[in-house]
């Protein structure tokens, strides 16, 4: 099944990892002589609560997208899924060592219960927080409110982070994760959805798309990269 979400660039990266050697430039031409072609990024729906009178955090993160190791940063967001009956909230946990969707949730709800908390449990269940590690999210109500704070100061070794107001850059890796999922998925039902997104990121996102960020690696692969090396070290 064609799903149009390589464009000549990651497919020549797919090609070189079968053992196949071909120019960017012969892939382009193959695929405008067939009518082949990725989807184009098309516009989406922001969906930020920043008025409201809950304490804020500091910038900690300060745009150091690239950490050293894995469990040092994780970011955060929620994003509208729009179905023909309605919207989705769709929540994301994201480690930026490897790119990883490590925590997520899908719910018809902004509710703090029903989108970060349940998404933050996933991502402590599949990795094991023993240093340092920053949380960050923008200034979302959801992040912001005490039922999330009390919550997330349980664990001594995080600390939290938020975007400065009205810049969508200091969480740029999250709302990319967005775009490029807007792009590839379109649903129609809400029951469509839920099984194409946990598709979409567990099967295809983490263990199968080549990521630009990581030198045409998967999410998957730079994790078991980061352990062989840790073991041997």
């Given amino acids: 099944m064609i799903k149009h979400r390589y464009g000549s660039t990651r497919i020549v990266e ?11 430039c012969r892939v ?15 516009k ?7 008025n409201h009178n809950y304490p804020v955090c500091r910038n900690l993160l300060n745009r150091n997208f690239a950490p ?5 940063a994780w970011v955060i967001d929620i994003t509208y899924i729009q179905t023909h009956q309605g919207w989705l909230y ?10 990883q969707i490590i925590g997520w949730s899908l719910s018809t709800s902004l509710h703090t219960n029903q989108t970060i908390i349940p998404a933050w449990k996933m991502a402590v269940s599949k990795r094991k ?18 039922t999330f704070r009390t919550f997330i100061k349980s664990n001594p070794v995080v600390t939290q982070s938020m975007s400065r107001k009205c810049n969508c850059w200091d969480n740029s890796v999250a709302e990319s994760f967005f775009k490029t999922l807007k792009v590839e998925l379109d649903f129609k039902t809400i029951e469509q959805a839920k099984p194409a997104i946990f598709e979409y990121i567990e099967i295809w996102y983490n263990r199968k798309r080549l990521h630009s960020f990581l030198g ?7 994790e078991q ?9």
């Fill in 28 to 42: 382009a031409k193959i695929m405008k002589a067939n009518n082949w072609m990725s989807k184009h990024k098309r």
């Fill in 90 to 99: 769709l929540t994301t946990i994201i480690d930026l060592f490897d790119r």
């Fill in 129 to 146: 927080i023993n240093m340092d590690l920053i949380f960050h999210p923008d200034r979302g109500i959801q992040y912001a409110s005490k």
């Fill in 44 to 50: 989406f729906k922001a969906n930020t609560d920043s």
């Fill in 68 to 72: 050293d190791r894995l469990n040092a």
């Fill in 216 to 222: 045409y690696k998967t999410p998957s692969e730079v």
């Fill in 14 to 24: 797919q090609l070189k990892r079968k053992g196949h050697r071909i120019s960017r």
């Fill in 225 to 233: 990269e980061f352990y062989q090396f840790k073991n041997v070290a």
